[in-house]
């Protein structure tokens, strides 16, 4: 985003909440940045610098405010190549990839140069990774002192510093406060319990309950569950050699645009990992203005209607190839007695989630004739364990920060793995906004189209964003037949 002064000082002065998290605003008398929607007395516009990212703040010399709390800004998507690489490696970093490599590798897993990321990363947020990845460890660590009661060095931990002794200097030199003074500043009652709870914000509008509605249908039994306008599953997470599991819940808050999250405390290690998986899931990216823009009429009366994301690409694609063919419904069935076949037990404190989706390895292992005897014909069996071969040995990655052109020409090469299919995992697993599957049943239904060919010169209209275009045609035929 080209940050225009003046068009950013009327943003703040109204706190128009379709530019929170687009841009940040330092103020040079307090040295403090805040989001645009902050509640605190406007500052003269002599004093205001405004930056592209919290980081970028950070690296001028500002403090965050303790009012609007930065670290509960939304994202910012984009599909711009040189912008969505940008985003691919912030989405990484999030996941807290450097705590445990260097930049050249993050670049090397994104297929580009290290200079090139360097380069494009700076362009993106005027930072480099590293000190934006500072940031962000800081910021995470800022919200676990403030909103949870984990002891300071399971804090530190989480948030991806090897040291307390330098996660203090750094807090004190950035911050100029100490973890002691956070907590003092933290809700009265606190107490370290068995769940975490967060806040995600995001642009309105959002659907919640179409949203809610598309995951429900598609839940696998035993591991995603829908209950009272909520969403539960359980997590397993792989970091650093060591396997983290447990469960989250997520639902809306009623008075203010984000979502509250609630993690096992089991999950603490992998808090940055759980974040940003469940924006992914739930598309807390999205700026509904610039898709409604692009779709026009087919976006105008649902205009919250979001991109539903994985939380595991490798768990969405296994469960895309189930879905082959055949209806949502069985395709659930099928999913269901999957992870309760090969999945890993896991004691929670909620019925209906019993066991994780079976591991990449467990996968890889087996063989096509075992996922014959629970009902999974033997070219689909064949393209599972394929597929999982692919990504446990040759190294497909499937999350957002993967090559999507090569990425769909990998899955594309894979046994009994069609266009259909990934689409749909560019779609979902990459977050590709102009993923779209054209031979979808139910996308030439909406479009009144029997050619394929047909349909999808007609999409070209809604590049970038014909994913989401995907979202509303199917919604339609929902809405058609309740």
Avoid at 16 to 29: E, I, L, N
Avoid at 56 to 71: D, H, I, K, Q, V
Wanted: glycine share 6%; hydrophobic share 45%; proline share 6%.
């Amino acid at each position: 985003m080209l940050l225009d002064a003046k068009n950013c000082y009327h943003a703040l002065r109204t706190h128009d909440p379709r530019f929170d998290g687009r841009f940040f605003v330092g103020v040079a008398s307090t040295r403090i940045y805040c989001r645009p929607v902050c509640t605190a007395k406007t500052p003269q516009e002599k004093n205001c610098r405004f930056f592209p990212s919290a980081a970028a703040a950070e690296s001028a010399g500002f403090r965050p405010c303790l009012r609007c709390r930065p670290e509960l800004a939304p994202g910012n998507a984009s599909i711009d190549a040189s912008a969505r690489l940008a985003q691919a490696a912030a989405g990484m970093i999030e996941d807290g990839i450097l705590n445990e490599s260097r930049v050249d590798s993050l670049a090397a897993r994104l297929g580009v140069s290290d200079r090139h990321l360097r380069r494009v990363f700076q362009a993106e947020f005027g930072v480099s990774p590293v000190a934006f990845a500072q940031t962000q460890r800081l910021l995470l660590a800022k919200r676990l002192l403030t909103d949870t009661a984990l002891p300071v060095t399971q804090v530190a931990m989480a948030s991806g510093f090897g040291s307390l002794r330098r996660f203090n200097a750094l807090l004190r030199a950035r911050y100029r406060l100490s973890p002691s003074d956070l907590r003092r500043r933290a809700s009265a009652g606190t107490r370290l319990s068995d769940v975490l709870t967060f806040q995600l914000a995001y642009r309105p509008p959002l659907e919640w309950e179409a949203l809610l509605s598309f995951l429900d249908r598609r839940a696998i039994s035993g591991v995603e569950h829908i209950e009272d306008g909520s969403y539960l599953r359980t997590v397993c997470v792989q970091q650093a050699g060591n396997v983290h599991m447990g469960w989250i819940m997520v639902r809306p808050l009623r008075r203010k645009p984000a979502l509250e999250l609630r993690i096992s405390a089991s999950l603490a290690g992998v808090v940055p990992a759980v974040l940003a998986r469940v924006k992914r899931v739930f598309d807390l990216s999205c700026n509904p203005g610039d898709i409604v823009l692009a779709l026009g009429a087919l976006a105008a009366d649902r205009p919250g209607l979001r991109l539903p994301g994985a939380f595991d690409g490798f768990e969405l694609a296994v469960r895309a190839v189930l879905g082959q063919q055949i209806t949502v419904k069985a395709a659930r069935t099928l999913a269901g007695r999957f992870a309760a076949t090969f999945g890993k037990p896991i004691p929670t404190p909620i019925p209906s989630l019993s066991q994780t989706f079976p591991s990449v390895e467990k996968v890889a292992a087996l063989s096509p004739s075992s996922l014959g005897e629970i009902g999974v014909i033997a070219a689909r069996a064949r393209a599972i364990v394929s597929l999982a071969r692919a990504v446990s040995v040759d190294g497909l990655v499937l999350d957002p920060g993967a090559d999507v052109g090569a990425t769909l020409e990998r899955l594309r090469a894979l046994p009994g793995v069609g266009e259909w299919t990934a689409q749909y995992i560019g779609m979902r697993a990459l977050s590709w906004p102009d993923a779209f599957p054209h031979t979808d049943y139910g996308v030439l239904k909406a479009m009144r189209e029997k050619d394929a060919r047909k349909a999808l010169a007609r999409a070209a209209a809604w590049q970038p964003w014909r994913a989401y275009a995907v979202m509303h045609l199917w919604r339609s035929l929902e809405t058609e037949n309740p």
